[in-house]
């Protein structure tokens, strides 16, 4: 265990221990958070980063502070948060890393898709040597699941056993991506809550439902605690929680008043904006659109990256 209190300039390894014995780490390449929750018996990594130079130097870096075993949480299946994972797994053999199922399907079924988008943005970001690390990454799933027994409860979770403290892993329903997971310390008053919550940047609406991601923040609201991490940026307070729901409520408010004028049944969900029907049709939905990308654009979110999801989740008749 350490003794190092609360160090809001970091450790020298780049740590800043946040509450006791729940320790942040902010990765420059994306602003990206990376976790490590101490036991007495072992510890919880949650988030892996980019690829494997990345997580060998997480590797280095949790090793400063503790010899325990490690037990790894993806919060969800987007590179920068569990490429890491096959570093982690070969530095401990028989490694159990914990996720929603979602997160399984998506790595398993899309994980080409993935590398691709990683590569993508590493190019765009000007970093040709991070997008071949990620090129090179072997992608490997998690190995534990969270999961509800009957999939009608948006609410799921486990409890994990570091020894003198407990964590749990909760999905509260579909936002960032349909298996979003958070990991509460609740003796800490500390919660991740991965991409669910961004800080410095807009919420990310890619893989996202943006008519449910409202509710899912509700639900977890009363739980978070006074000390929240966001997939990216710095670390916060449950209100800043609460102003992002507030936002994304009043863009899934705007967006079911303007499609219920149009009618959802026309819109196609190929992310492309494109609607059918005759020249009316279109027109109408092309006003609808810009009218909810104005909205966005008044609360300061992605607005082209909400119409595709909403265009996306509407054609599948949920989100
Ligand atoms: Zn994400």
């Given amino acids: 265990m350490t003794d190092l209190r609360f160090s809001p300039r970091g450790d020298g390894h780049g740590w800043r221990e946040v509450a006791r014995d729940v320790l942040v780490r902010r990765n420059p390449v994306l602003d990206l958070n990376l976790t490590l929750v101490l036991g007495d018996r072992s510890c919880l990594i949650v988030d892996t980063d980019c690829h494997d130079g990345l997580a060998r130097e997480l590797v280095r870096v949790v090793r400063s502070r503790t010899v325990l075993p490690w037990v790894v949480v993806n919060t969800h299946a987007h590179f920068d948060h569990c490429f890491g994972n096959a ?4 530095e401990q053999p028989g490694l159990r890393i914990w996720a929603h199922r979602g997160c399984l399907t998506a790595l398993t079924e899309r994980g080409e898709e993935e590398r691709r988008s990683g590569v993508a943005w590493m190019r765009t970001a000007g970093r040709p040597v991070d997008a ?3 090129a090179a990454v072997t992608v490997t799933p998690p190995t534990d699941l969270v999961e509800a027994p009957s999939g009608a409860d948006p609410l799921t979770e486990r409890v994990l056993d570091l020894g003198d403290r407990h964590v749990v892993l909760r999905h509260a329903g579909r ?3 349909d298996h979003d997971l958070v990991v509460l310390v609740p003796d800490a008053g500390v919660s991740v809550v991965g991409d669910l919550v961004e800080e410095g940047a807009p919420p990310a609406f890619e893989d996202s439902y943006p008519l449910e991601w409202p509710e899912t923040l509700d639900r977890l609201l009363p739980d978070l ?3 929240v991490i966001p997939g990216h940026g710095q670390v916060i307070g449950s ?3 609460v102003r992002q729901r507030d936002d994304l409520l009043a863009l899934a408010d705007r967006a079911r008043d303007l499609l219920a004028e149009v009618g959802t049944g026309t819109v196609r969900g190929d992310g492309t904006g ?3 029907g005759d020249g009316d049709d279109t027109a109408r939905h092309r006003s609808v659109e810009a009218r909810i990308a104005e909205a966005a654009r008044g609360l300061r979110l992605d607005a082209e990256a909400a119409v595709t999801a909403l265009h996306r989740v509407l054609a ?3 989100g």
Avoid: E, F, N, P
Avoid at 87 to 90: F, N, Q, R
């Fill in 316 to 318: 599948t008749g949920s």
């Fill in 274 to 276: 494109t609607t059918r």
């Fill in 175 to 177: 936002g960032h991506t």
């Fill in 225 to 227: 605690g006074d000390t």
């Fill in 87 to 90: 570093v982690l797994a070969a």
């Fill in 132 to 134: 071949a690390a990620v």
């Fill in 239 to 241: 209100s800043h929680v």
